[in-house]
């Protein structure tokens, strides 16, 4: 099955507010709520930009490690993207598995 791969990408100095603007989320199917908004955030973010936020995702106490409804965690969905790899070794470095 072929995966999609990222969609949009916004440039650009982003502030705190916009950045917390990705950290909280609903699930509406039951998809670990930290899950869908670090995917949100890396489908608009360039990577220097998802560095930062997930920093600041981290240091609010949000799980890195979060999955999705068939059990796939952050890394291992965004390492499965073409261009997903330096997203991948962001989440890596701070320490998701």
Same mark, same amino acid.
């Given at each position: 099955?072929?995966?999609?791969? /990222?969609?949009?990408? $916004? !440039?650009?100095?982003?502030?705190?507010?916009?950045? =917390?603007?990705?950290?909280?989320?609903?699930?509406?199917?039951?998809?670990?709520?930290?899950?869908?908004?670090?995917?949100?955030?890396? =489908?608009?973010?360039?990577?220097?930009?998802?560095?930062?936020?997930?920093?600041?995702?981290?240091?609010? !106490?949000?799980?890195?490690?979060? /999955?999705?409804?068939? !059990?796939?965690?952050? $890394?291992?969905?965004?390492?499965?993207?073409?261009? !997903?790899?330096?997203?991948?070794?962001?989440?890596?470095?701070?320490?998701?598995?």
């Amino acid at each position: 099955m072929l995966k999609k791969d /990222k969609e949009k990408v $916004f !440039g650009g100095d982003w502030t705190e507010e916009q950045l =917390r603007a990705f950290i909280d989320v609903e699930s509406h199917d039951g998809t670990e709520a930290d899950y869908l908004a670090v995917i949100r955030a890396y =489908r608009h973010m360039v990577p220097a930009t998802f560095k930062q936020y997930i920093e600041l995702f981290v240091a609010e !106490g949000h799980n890195l490690n979060a /999955k999705n409804l068939d !059990g796939t965690s952050l $890394f291992a969905t965004i390492s499965s993207h073409t261009q !997903g790899s330096e997203y991948a070794e962001i989440l890596k470095a701070a320490g998701a598995e």
